[in-house]
């Protein structure tokens, strides 16, 4: 019995399948659901998304929102969800200097500070997310 997933953002469906595992960046830690998991909601952090189905693994960014874990049917409701094929490494990498150097740069102030701290994490799990793509198990 696969699990339906359903992954949603603010300006499209992502993602609507039947899968067999889903390990999901919640806030308080990676959790896997496997058929017939326990009834869960979730907050979700910045992270890895992983989907296991037929021997094959993909991978996508999630960047907040909800994990909604109920009978056979999982729902995430999430600010973006980027699929590794679509992420551009290189860009990743850039925004991960810039708001490094930002950092180190010196005095600035706290929102700056938070918005930088926010954008290294983006990028942060863009490259990890990106050196993953689809892989065989
Ligand atoms: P950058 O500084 O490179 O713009 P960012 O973290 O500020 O990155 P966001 O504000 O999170 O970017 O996203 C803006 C839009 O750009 C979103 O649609 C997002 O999906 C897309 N995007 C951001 N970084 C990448 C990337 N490395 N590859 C592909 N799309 C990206």
């Known amino acids: 019995m696969p699990i339906r997933l359903e992954i949603v953002t603010p300006e499209k469906a992502v ?3 039947d899968v067999d595992m889903v390990i999901a960046p919640a806030t308080d830690g990676y959790v896997g659901i496997l058929p017939h998991h326990a009834p869960l909601l979730t907050t979700l ?14 991978v ?7 994990m909604d874990v109920r009978g056979d049917r999982v ?36 929102a700056e500070e938070a918005h930088a701290r926010a954008s290294l994490q983006r990028a942060l799990v863009r490259i990890r997310v990106s050196e993953r793509r689809r892989r065989r198990l």
């Open 45 to 58: 952090g910045p992270g890895e998304f992983r989907v296991k189905k037929g021997g094959v693994e993909e």
């Open 60 to 66: 996508l960014a999630v960047f907040g929102g909800f």
């Open 75 to 110: 729902i995430v409701l999430t600010e973006a969800a980027e699929p590794a094929e679509e992420i551009d490494a290189q860009r990743a990498q850039e925004a991960r200097d810039r708001a490094q150097q930002a950092l180190q740069a010196g005095p600035m102030s706290a």
């Open 15 to 17: 993602y609507a399948d």
